[in-house]
């Protein structure tokens, strides 16, 4: 089975300064890597994700994350941050033999400014 | 396009009752999938659906049911309600199981909160 522990429940940043919320995940097979982002009173938008290839994957507002095999992470990334962007941010494994989702506990970033 | 619309949004319980969600798949989607995500915790499997076929289901007890129409909407049942059955449940549709070059694409989830 697989497990996700997302290290920092809640992350205070301030307006344009950077943030980085912490992924390491856990299985005995092959996973695919994806973060989704909650905001309040909405389902889940999927804001990046890793398949295979190059280890760094970018989403279209900034983000970035970085797939490292050998410490088994998945850190979501952003130099500047907006007030946008307060939300709750998920990290999520799946088996590449499997489709299900399997979810970390969710780290809640609130921008201030 | 509609995105994956789910009704009702808001729902009011109590113990031992049983209720019925329902998921609408974006518009050509053929696979369904449910989870429900306790406050404070992430999103939880429980079933996914294609072609009217339970194709996976997670840690969930018997109380819980769900089926898929041929137009590919799905219903999720919750017989028996408990207390800890108050989540938000979400449904998320997809073109293809397995297919994950293709996102799961969520609704804004059903809001169930058991008195």
């Known amino acids: 089975a697989q497990s996700v522990t997302q290290l920092d429940s809640q992350v205070p940043v301030f307006e344009e300064a950077p943030v980085e919320l912490r992924c390491n995940y856990s299985?005995?097979?092959?996973?695919?890597l994806f973060w989704y982002v909650q905001y309040p009173n909405q389902g889940l938008q999927l804001l990046l994700k890793?398949?295979?290839?190059?280890?760094l994957v970018e989403s279209i507002n900034g983000f970035e994350a970085e797939f490292n095999k050998s410490q088994t992470s998945f850190h979501l990334r952003k130099p500047s941050v907006h007030i946008s962007d307060t939300a709750e941010y998920f990290c999520?494994?799946?088996?590449?033999?499997?489709?299900?989702?399997?979810f970390g506990a969710g780290t809640t970033v609130t921008v201030r400014a | 396009d509609a995105g994956v619309t789910q009704s009702p949004t808001h729902l009011i319980k109590t113990r031992g009752q049983h209720v019925t969600l329902r998921c609408s798949p974006i518009s050509g989607h053929k696979s369904v999938s449910w989870y429900q995500q306790v406050l404070g915790q992430g999103p939880q499997f429980i079933f996914q659906y294609y072609e009217k076929e339970e194709r996976g289901r997670g840690n969930f007890p018997d109380r819980f049911s769900a089926r898929q129409f041929p137009n590919y909407s799905s219903e999720l049942n919750v017989n028996a309600l408990l207390l800890g059955d108050s989540a938000l449940y979400l449904c998320?549709?997809?073109?293809?199981?397995?297919?994950?070059?293709?996102?799961?694409?969520f609704g804004d989830g059903t809001r169930l909160s058991i008195l």
């Open positions: 299985s005995s097979v092959s996973v695919y």
């Open positions: 999520a494994v799946s088996r590449r033999d499997d489709y299900k989702l399997s």
């Open positions: 890793y398949l295979s290839g190059s280890t």
């Open positions: 998320a549709s997809s073109l293809l199981p397995g297919q994950l070059n293709q996102p799961q694409h």
